[in-house]
């Protein structure tokens, strides 16, 4: 078969050696032929490219070993599922059946986890914007409500005063645990005094009832004794209230935050070596409640883990669809999943996969998404050997917020399939088709074209 010509450049090696942080060309050359035991080519011909993939197994092995590294150092541990991280439906109801109570912060989110069946007093109700009459359902059927400002109490208030009862409430704290830039636009400043003012005024309504406390203090958190400081804080923030106004801590809620092994744009170190493992987060955590807490003071220990549980069990598989060189000698490649589907490639460098051995040298590449849009590049530098179109690319982890901000944007979203622990594949969103997009279209009758050109 003839060849297609390809104009030569003269371009400076660069080949990418064993470098400090021991980095070598192999490890952007890593090759994965199946997904627990289920072969890419398969999963390619049967639900095309590109395609998301979500591995049980690796969520139920992330659970379990989050779940017992707390457990097994304190008595009264509660998991929130974060729901805007993956709230596909079925990725929540493995989340549930493994035990966890459902996280939303929106009344969409709260409304996704009752229709799958989760009862109002197992939702914990955060976010800046609950609308009045998403809080009162949520008052109605039980949820743990944290307040994350003043409007939202006067709307509490008006709410018990017509349901004719005292509503408990929990109330998000923000807090200076050494992590910056602070995440001081949730809730109530705990160290100008903003916090103890909330409550004091709560208490004179006479409407309301604090019973926990809230705080998440940011997201990839790769200090595990922020949230010491986060967690002795909290604790004694309590106490002071406990002695001041009618208030008893039932909960502590510190939010989510913990790292996946993802590799974090500008943090050098491979996640392997960067980003800690549960036990040393459980201990900082537990051992923090243990100095904090009064001897025989067990209330609830509530975390809304999101990414550190999902990020590593999806797996966007995609396709070559075109390689070029640009006007300056780089290497790019064009393949059909960008960020429209992958929205962390912003701040994450993903792991890139191939699904076969391909011979030839390393090259610094860009990799470039389907859309003809500028913004769309998934990687601006990976080293890969020459690929040609039909190579299948395989990024991960993936799995944490990127299903739930992926843009309708240029093209239709792909299908998403889950793994089982024994290897069977099932779709659990569909690909999108034209329909999906226009279904809640309106096109006024002036405009229909009675002679489409
Ligand atoms: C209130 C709250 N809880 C939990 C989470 C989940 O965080 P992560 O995915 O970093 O664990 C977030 C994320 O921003 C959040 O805002």
Redesign the pocket.
Known sequence: MKKPYEKPVINKLRSGLMNKFGQSPAYARKVREDIDGVSIDDLVSQYGSPLYVFSEKTIQKKYHEMHSAFSTRYPNVVFGW?Y??NYLNAICAIMHREGAIA?V?SQMEYDKARSLGIAGKDIIF??PHKPAAALEKAVIEGATINVDHLDEILDLERIGKKLKRKIDIGIRLNLDAGIYPQWSR?GFNLESGQARDAVKRIVQGGHLRVTGLHC?IG??ILEPSAYARQVEKMVKFGYELEEDFDFSMEYIDI????PSRSRLKGVYLPPEVAVPNPDEYADEICEALTRALKPGDYPKLIL?????LIDEAGYMISTVVSSKRLADGTRAYVIDGGVNLLFTAYWFKFKIEMDREVGGMNEVSVVYGPLCMNIDAVDEAVQLPPLKPGTRLIFSPIG??NNTQWMQFIEYRPNIVLISPDSKVDVIREAEDLSDIVRREKLPARLKLDNPK
């Open positions: 974060s805007k991280t996280e912060v955060n976010g949730f998440h997201t990839f939010g989510g935050g913990f809304e883990s999101g990414r550190a944490a917020y």
